[in-house]
């Protein structure tokens, strides 16, 4: 389904919800680029850290002449720093919704990486009927920034069962945020700055531009809790009145305090991550992770069960 389809039917849905997916139009995406700097969210320095300081092993593990695939490129910044400590990578191959922020990080790539072959792919990575180009050497995946979180643990194992499906004989190189204090998960998607609530009013201010619905973005508040059993950040837009919203010719009703569920960020342990990719057919390797065991970079490799270790 689209985006109209999908937010139609979250809405009516109870309760009431819509794919995170949908965050990333243009402006959604620069958004999220604003938020990957703020001094609250630690994972994407943490992850850049680690990526800068262990890329040298990251690039033996996954050896020479090896086709990197990103899932959910973005920006494609932390790429950057495998690209340069691998030997003779066979190309590059990022996969992203966005397609204006993916085919502009692309050119920036092929100009800093004038030898390197930089295939984009505007494409829904979530969805099974995805098809990749053919492949250019032995593929690589990488997953970066934790977006395996915003997936509930049984649609998280699937998806990795889907990616070990696209990457025949190859790896997975993939970010995990790790189950730490509440106080440092709520600051980190409740920013003092009001970038996160910004980025998450957006996916209404997106309705409007392309569905022409009418939301009222003042009518809207941005709320992110973590909810400890389920080891998960939630994040909604909760209306602050009663209120009529029109979408694609239906009415929707909201009464002061309802919410949209936006989003989920769950957050793994070491070992509960390991036993999750191992069900879905990988065979973790190595793992990678901060001194304060904020954030872990796994490396999983797909070995048939003849050749299991």
Same mark, same amino acid.
């Given at each position: 389904?689209?985006?109209?389809?999908?937010?139609?039917?979250?809405?009516?849905?109870?309760?009431?919800?819509?794919?995170?997916?949908?965050?990333?139009?243009?402006?959604?995406?620069?958004?999220?680029?604003?938020?990957?700097?703020?001094?609250?969210? @630690?994972? =994407?320095?943490?992850?850049?850290?680690?990526?800068?300081?262990?890329?040298?092993?990251?690039?033996?593990?996954?050896?020479?002449?090896?086709?990197?695939? $990103?899932? +959910?490129?973005?920006?494609?910044?932390? *790429?950057?720093?495998?690209?340069?400590?691998?030997?003779?990578?066979?190309?590059? *191959?990022?996969? !992203?919704?966005?397609?204006?922020?993916?085919?502009?990080?692309?050119?920036?790539?092929?100009? !800093?990486?004038?030898?390197?072959?930089?295939?984009? /792919? *505007?494409?829904?990575?979530?969805?099974?009927?995805?098809?990749?180009?053919?492949?250019? +050497?032995?593929? #690589?995946?990488?997953?970066?920034?934790?977006?395996?979180?915003?997936?509930?643990?049984?649609? %998280?194992?699937?998806?990795?069962?889907?990616?070990?499906?696209?990457?025949?004989?190859? +790896?997975?190189?993939?970010?995990?945020?790790?189950?730490?204090?509440?106080?440092?998960?709520?600051?980190?998607?409740?920013?003092?700055?009001?970038?996160? &609530?910004?980025?998450?009013?957006?996916?209404?201010?997106?309705?409007?531009?392309? /569905?022409?619905?009418?939301? !009222?973005?003042?009518?809207?508040?941005?709320?992110?809790?973590?909810?400890?059993?389920?080891?998960?950040? $939630?994040?909604?837009? *909760?209306?602050?009145?009663?209120? =009529?919203?029109?979408?694609?010719?239906?009415?929707?009703?909201?009464?002061?305090?309802?919410?949209?569920?936006?989003?989920?960020?769950?957050? @793994?342990? #070491?070992?509960?991550?390991?036993?999750?990719?191992?069900? &879905?057919?990988?065979?973790?390797?190595?793992?990678?992770?901060?001194?304060?065991?904020?954030? %872990?970079?796994?490396?999983?490799? =797909?070995?048939?069960?003849?050749? %299991?270790?």
């Amino acid at each position: 389904m689209g985006f109209a389809d999908e937010l139609a039917a979250g809405l009516r849905a109870r309760p009431r919800c819509i794919a995170p997916k949908w965050f990333y139009d243009a402006a959604g995406s620069a958004l999220f680029d604003r938020i990957c700097a703020l001094p609250e969210y @630690y994972p =994407t320095r943490t992850e850049l850290a680690l990526l800068d300081r262990h890329a040298a092993e990251m690039a033996a593990a996954i050896g020479p002449g090896a086709e990197i695939v $990103e899932f +959910g490129a973005g920006s494609s910044v932390k *790429v950057r720093l495998l690209l340069a400590a691998l030997q003779r990578p066979a190309g590059f *191959v990022p996969v !992203d919704i966005s397609g204006e922020h993916l085919m502009a990080a692309a050119a920036r790539l092929r100009a !800093d990486h004038p030898g390197l072959p930089v295939r984009p /792919l *505007v494409a829904d990575y979530t969805a099974e009927a995805l098809v990749l180009p053919p492949a250019a +050497g032995r593929r #690589v995946g990488f997953y970066p920034g934790s977006s395996i979180g915003n997936f509930d643990p049984a649609e %998280a194992e699937r998806l990795l069962a889907r990616f070990r499906a696209w990457l025949p004989g190859g +790896g997975l190189l993939i970010g995990v945020d790790l189950v730490k204090s509440p106080a440092l998960l709520h600051a980190a998607y409740n920013d003092a700055a009001g970038v996160t &609530a910004a980025f998450n009013l957006n996916l209404w201010a997106r309705a409007n531009r392309e /569905l022409g619905a009418d939301f !009222d973005l003042a009518a809207w508040e941005h709320a992110a809790l973590y909810h400890p059993p389920l080891r998960r950040i $939630e994040m909604h837009l *909760v209306s602050r009145r009663r209120q =009529t919203v029109h979408l694609a010719g239906e009415a929707f009703e909201f009464d002061e305090g309802d919410s949209v569920h936006t989003e989920n960020s769950y957050k @793994y342990t #070491v070992e509960g991550f390991q036993a999750m990719a191992r069900r &879905a057919g990988w065979q973790p390797q190595a793992v990678w992770t901060d001194g304060q065991r904020r954030f %872990a970079l796994h490396w999983l490799d =797909t070995v048939a069960p003849k050749e %299991a270790r």
